[in-house]
């Protein structure tokens, strides 16, 4: 079961945007739209950021939103605040695992 | 209000088997579309799925660690139970239970984790 691929860190300075993909396969990201993204601080939980590719749940910021083009699915942060240095997930549903569940590699965000 | 919380021994030795409890508030496990997932997260490393088991008792594993888990659900409890044998160091990470809604194939409500250090 591969992971899907993300960079392994993005920086960016507060008030600009930043964009984190997430690179999977016609199996998994490009197939369906069952992208989600997770926000994790330094030993915290993982937090549901974006599900359904680009709909955020309750509470989370306008400013977090989602987006998908082929296999490639990605989550952008406008208006970087500090707060939102951490490590971000994707997952995706995938069709070529039993498990049906995948995420990826992580991303470290770093608001310089 | 959703809540989990995971519990089990903090340092297990190689070889021996682990066991983890998720007890959960808020939610039925009989509820269709609804699952609980186990995830755990070694230091300093990414997120990888354990199993994850559904209101129907469908249970879905690991392809990579198949052979050394077990996921059960005592719905009466609101608690699930995963096993993992063959214990070795490099198990030793934090392990998550999960809400799971399986309309959005989404976790949408963690536990705090839990640390499992494998170490004779």
């Known amino acids: 079961q591969s992971a899907l691929t993300q960079p392994a860190s993005v920086s960016g300075s507060p008030g600009q945007s930043i964009t984190i993909s997430c690179t999977g396969t016609?199996?998994?990201?490009?197939?369906?739209?069952?992208v989600s993204w997770y926000q994790q601080h330094p030993g915290k939980a993982p937090k549901l950021m974006i599900y359904?590719?680009?709909n955020r749940p309750s509470g989370v910021s306008n400013r977090f939103s989602g987006s998908k083009s082929g296999n490639t699915a990605s989550l952008t942060i406008s208006g970087l605040q500090a707060e939102d240095e951490a490590d971000y997930y994707c997952?995706?549903?995938?069709?070529?695992?039993?498990?049906?569940?995948?995420f990826g590699g992580g991303t470290k965000l770093t608001v310089l | 209000q959703i809540t989990l919380k995971e519990s089990g021994p903090t340092l297990v030795k190689p070889t021996q088997t682990l066991t983890l409890t998720c007890t959960f508030s808020?939610?039925?496990?009989?509820?269709?579309?609804?699952?609980v997932g186990w995830i755990r997260q070694p230091p300093g490393k990414a997120l990888e799925w354990l199993a994850l088991?559904?209101?129907?008792?469908?249970?879905r594993y690991s392809p990579s660690l198949k052979s050394r888990l077990t996921i059960t659900k005592d719905t009466s409890k609101n608690q699930v139970v995963l096993t993992m044998t063959n214990m070795d160091p490099v198990d030793t990470a934090t392990y998550y239970c999960?809400?799971?809604?399986?309309?959005?194939?989404?976790?949408?409500?963690w536990g705090q984790g839990t640390t499992v250090t494998v170490s004779s």
């Open positions: 359904d590719v680009s």
């Open positions: 808020g939610f039925s496990l009989s509820t269709s579309g609804v699952g």
């Open positions: 016609s199996s998994d990201v490009g197939g369906y739209n069952y």
């Open positions: 088991i559904y209101w129907n008792d469908d249970k």
């Open positions: 997952s995706s549903y995938t069709s070529s695992s039993t498990l049906h569940w995948v």
């Open positions: 999960a809400h799971g809604v399986l309309r959005y194939f989404v976790l949408d409500v």
